[in-house]
Structures are given as C-alpha cells and as structure tokens.
C-alpha cells in the first residue's frame, strides 16, 4: 500500500529561528539599557601623523630587508668558499686560524699599506712598542723596496750592536726564513720573541753575506737624545714619536735651554713618525697658543688635532728632514714651518699626511685603519707630496751617526748649523757715510 505525498518535516529549524530571535530581542534591550559610549572627534592632524608614522616604518623595516638581502648577497660567495674548505679539505680546518687569516684578509684588500688587523700577540708586541719598551735586538729599521729591513740606527750598548750589527745593514733572513716573504709585521714579530733568546739573523753588507745571532733582551727604547754643540747650538736628534718620547725630549730641552743654547737644531731624517699624542706633547713648549693641526675626515668634518698652551719657546730654531722623515715626523717640521718657528734643511720628505687609529678587538686582537687627513691650520696636507725644505742639501757620503753629530762629514748638519756661528753670520748692514766723508785721491777711495 503506497502512502499519501505529504511531506513529513523536522521541527527543528522552526524551534532555532523561534531560539535566535528571542536571543536577538534581548541583546537589543541590554543595548538599550547600557549607557551609549561618547564619540571622541579625532583631528586631521593626527591621522596625517599616523599615517607618517606608518610611513616611516614601513621605509625603515624594507630598507632593513635590503640590507640584509644586499649584505647576504655581498658575502654569499665568502659563506660558499668556508663551506667547500670544510667539507673537501683533507684535514680538519682550524676555525680560529681561517678566521684570523680571512680578517688580514679583508684589511688587506683595502690596498692600505697603513691599514691592518693585528692577532692578539701582534697587538699586544705592538702595544708594548708603542710605548716605548720592547723585547727585541735594539736597532731602527727601515722597510726597502724589495721588502727587506736596512738598518738605519744600532743603539748604544744594544745586543745588536755586541753582535757586530751595523748601520746600512740589510736583514734578509731571520731563521732562514725570508722576510720580504713574512711581510714587514711577520718579520718584526719574528725577530723580537722572547727575551734571553737568540735569533739567527741573515744581513747583506757591501755585497758580503753575514750570518749573526743576536740575544733578545728588554729593552727601553731611545727615541730622543741631544748635546750642545760648538757655538753654544743645542742639538736633538728624534727617531720616533713613542710613548716615552716626551719624557726624554723634555728633560734634553730643558738641559740645553739650561745650559744657555743660543738655538736649536731637530734633527728628524730617518723618522718615520709615529703618536701623535706623543707629537703634541713634544710641540706645546715650542708653539704658540692656539690649534695647531687638524684631521679631516671623509665626511668632511674636523677635529682639533694637536693644540697649544701659551708657552713658547723664542730660540731660533731649524729642522732637518729626508725622504725617510714621514708621518708625524712630517707634521712636527710643518708645524714649526708654518708657525714661523723654523726653517726647514735637507731633502723632500716622504709625504704620509693621513691618520691611523688602532680599535681592539673582541678576539684580542686589534684593527689599524686609516681614518682621517690631516695637516697645520696654516698650510695644506702634504700627503704623497712631501715638504720641500727651504734649503734643499743632499746627504754626504758618509752615512750619519746620529750619536757623534760632526758638521764636517754631515752636509745637511753643517747647512743647519752655519746661520747660528758668529763667523758665518751675515754681516750686518752699515749705515752708508755722507758723500762728505769721503775723499777721492787719483783712484783711491779712502773713509
């Protein structure tokens, strides 16, 4: 028996509607009860900054992105090459030794002579230069073109000088090593070592090869020196600007000045610079009051170098330089130049006019970096250019010894020394006598 077509529905969506509408008139009478919120205008103004704001940020977080993106980008190949060298080396890779090399690495592509990173044991050998106190053989070196180190200066009572070292050596080899190879940082640390060692050093000397061992020892380097010359002339003879060169230089200055020394003679060549807090210490007893050098860095500010107090020294004073005299060497002969304070005899200087500062490390180690020009406030920088003398006099032939200065085998010295003897002094002008005074008799003038 087929049933009749009546459709036979659930009850429950009819109860649902009758549920949610009961729901929604009691809302409404909640709503009705509650206190209305009060509608709060805000300014244009305000939405002007908020939108700035967003604006801001949103600038900030993409130029972050970019960064980010550019500095991954710029370094990819550097991540790529670390991780081909540790995973297809042969042995397991030092990591602190490749980081340490890749950190000389990147100063070094800066093409900077003057620029480099340091490990902690080149930066604490460094620190121990700086000021003045070193464990070494007690020479000054100089870098040559083919990256050897010629002596220019064997200290007095040095090891170097017991072992028979001698001014215009040439070191080549320092355990057989070469050290135009171990560059000019590898062989100075390389040849300093421990105190009571020996080194075996390899030098050149008028084409003979010389094999010496020289014994490290402390030592306290001479960086300023002087003596009081013929004609009441003192002299000062400054091979680099360290720690302790303020110290030595004054108690010398005050001697001569003591002693009654009717002019000053500085002697810089073979200087090839060094603090230039050690510098504006040296400069203060000769210079006037007042900013006497300046730094410019590459965004073109400045900043006050080297200043001086009023006291000033009125001596005659005169510099000799050469094309070793660099750096802050240089500044100190502009210095007195441009002051007025001296005259300058010798050779044109070397021309390094720009600024090193020396930053430490989390590793221990430490970043030299060129940071700055710099030059007197009265002259312009000289750098790659060098200070032409006023008197331009070549070297003698005998090399100098800066110990026993002798004007009669040093040209440059003699050149400074002759203004201030009282036999090489222009003579001074005589006042012209009346026509009347003077008697002609046949050919002869007589007064």
Do not use: W
């Amino acid at each position: 028996m087929k049933k009749a077509g009546v459709c036979v529905c659930s009850p429950l969506p009819f109860l649902e509607e009758r549920i949610v509408g009961y729901m929604r008139k009691q809302s409404d009478a909640m709503q009705e009860d509650m206190p209305k919120e009060k509608t709060v205008p805000v300014r244009k103004s305000t939405l002007i900054l908020l939108f700035c704001l967003c604006g801001v940020l949103a600038v900030g977080t993409g130029l972050g992105i970019y960064r980010n993106y550019a500095g991954n980008t710029e370094y990819r190949e550097l991540r790529q090459l670390a991780a081909t060298v540790k995973q297809n080396y042969y042995t397991d890779v030092d990591d602190e030794a490749v980081m340490q090399g890749a950190m000389k690495g990147y100063v070094a592509g800066l093409d900077d002579p003057y620029s480099q990173y340091m490990t902690s044991e080149e930066y604490q050998a460094y620190q121990t230069e700086e000021a003045g106190q070193t464990v070494g053989i007690g020479v000054t070196v100089t870098q040559t073109d083919e990256g050897y180190l010629q002596v220019e200066e064997v200290n007095a009572d040095s090891p170097a000088e017991k072992a028979g070292m001698q001014q215009g050596d040439i070191l080549t080899k320092v355990e057989g090593e070469d050290l135009a190879e171990l560059g000019y940082a590898g062989a100075l640390s390389k040849i300093r070592g421990e105190a009571g060692t020996t080194v075996q050093l390899t030098i050149q000397r008028n084409g003979d090869t010389l094999e010496l061992d020289v014994e490290r020892q402390n030592i306290e380097v001479t960086t300023a020196e002087g003596q009081m010359l013929d004609g009441q002339i003192g002299y000062i003879r400054i091979s680099s600007f360290k720690g302790n060169t303020p110290e030595q230089f004054q108690a010398i200055y005050d001697r001569l000045v003591q002693d009654g020394a009717k002019a000053l003679i500085f002697d810089l060549r073979d200087d090839g610079g060094g603090l230039v807090s050690a510098l504006e210490k040296i400069l203060d007893p000769l210079l006037p009051e007042g900013e006497i050098a300046i730094a410019t860095y590459r965004d073109g500010t400045t900043k006050t170098l080297v200043e001086s107090d009023a006291t000033e020294c009125s001596l005659p004073m005169t510099v000799i330089v050469n094309g070793n005299t660099a750096s802050a060497a240089e500044l100190f002969t502009a210095s007195l130049r441009d002051f007025g304070k001296a005259s300058v005899v010798g050779t044109q200087t070397f021309g390094k006019g720009i600024m090193q500062v020396t930053q430490s490390m989390p590793s221990g180690g430490a970043l030299t970096l060129t940071v700055a020009t710099y030059q007197t406030t009265k002259g312009e920088c000289y750098h790659k250019v060098g200070i032409k003398p006023d008197e331009i006099v070549e070297a003698g032939e005998d090399a100098v010894d800066y110990s026993d200065p002798n004007p009669e085998k040093d040209p440059q010295l003699k050149k400074a020394i002759d203004p201030f003897l009282p036999e090489t002094a222009e003579p001074e002008k005589q006042e012209a006598l009346p026509l009347e005074n003077i008697v002609v008799e046949g050919e002869k003038l007589y007064f």
